[in-house]
């Protein structure tokens, strides 16, 4: 099993960044899949979750509104398209994939598959 994460950088406040994962070695559109982050020197959070079909999608309340979880489950890749971002967002992104409930998770031993990252630096 395979989760790569793709995407990240460093970008201006205010600036735009969309986040890749290429799922491998499991069925993907059968996974609720998430993206959870780790700030520096913080607990991972919970960014967001996206259900099997794609058609219920959850935010955490520090992004709801800046960004946008898809998927595609012909490509088996998992997106997250994060505009207006701030500081704060700065942090290592991870995506996840937890088999029967889309109920969000920030700590990796709660998912049955977990990436190894991508880092997003908000800065000017």
């Known amino acids: 099993v395979h989760l790569v994460e793709s995407g990240g950088g460093m970008v201006q406040p205010g600036g735009s960044l969309r986040l890749s994962c290429a799922a491998s070695?499991?069925?993907?559109?059968?996974?609720?899949m998430s993206w959870v982050r780790r700030a520096p020197g913080k607990g991972p959070e919970w960014v967001s979750t996206?259900?099997?079909?794609?058609?219920?999608?959850y935010y955490a309340h520090s992004v709801k509104g800046r960004f946008t979880i898809s998927r595609d489950n012909a490509k088996n890749t998992l997106y997250l398209q994060m505009n207006s971002l701030k500081p704060e967002d700065t942090a290592l992104y991870y995506c996840?994939?937890?088999?029967?409930?889309?109920?969000?998770?920030?700590?990796?031993?709660?998912?049955?598959?977990w990436g190894q990252g991508t880092q997003v630096t908000v800065s000017s």
């Open positions: 070695g499991f069925t993907f559109s059968r996974y609720h």
């Open positions: 996206i259900d099997t079909g794609g058609s219920d999608r």
């Open positions: 996840a994939a937890k088999w029967g409930t889309s109920e969000g998770y920030s700590d990796s031993g709660d998912y049955d598959y």
